[in-house]
Nanobody
Framework: QVQLAESGGGSAQAGGSLRLSCAAAGLRGRDSYMGWFRQPPGKEREGVAL????????RYADSVNGRFTISQDNAKNMVYLQMNDLKPEDTGIYYCAASVGGRGWLLSPLEYNYWGQGTQVTVSS
């Protein structure tokens, strides 16, 4: 069974940085994609970044490209999201998710079948 747990959310000023972490269990030996998604207040969940787990392929939403970086530490079963130059529109609940057997490279919530509980990120101007 795949289990995901996020940590590292919090508050930041615009222009500041935060780093999110996702502890993943149950993915070893399975071809999967790990993604970060967010849900701004009153809006639908949207894709932020993904990585092909154990590989180098990554993809970013246009809104975060150049500011956010997704990385992984396979030995520790961890995925990270480094968020720099934060903007108030980055505010939302951030979720770590895994796509096992789906089209995870599409960065669509519909293709991800395992989810963490979410962590709040609030950016003030």
């Amino acid at each position: 069974q795949v289990q995901l747990a996020e940590s590292g959310g919090g508050s930041a000023q615009a222009g500041g940085s935060l780093r999110l972490s996702c502890a993943a269990a149950g993915l070893r030996g399975r071809d999967s994609y790990m993604g970060w998604f967010r849900q701004p207040p009153g809006k639908e969940r949207e894709g932020v970044a993904l990585v092909h787990y154990g590989h180098t392929f990554t993809r970013y939403a246009d809104s975060v490209n150049g500011r956010f970086t997704i990385s992984q530490d396979n030995a520790k079963n961890m995925v990270y999201l480094q968020m720099n130059d934060l903007k108030p529109e980055d505010t939302g609940i951030y979720y770590c998710a895994a796509s096992v057997g789906g089209r995870g490279w599409l960065l669509s919530p519909l293709e991800y079948n395992y989810w963490g509980q979410g962590t709040q990120v609030t950016v003030s101007s």
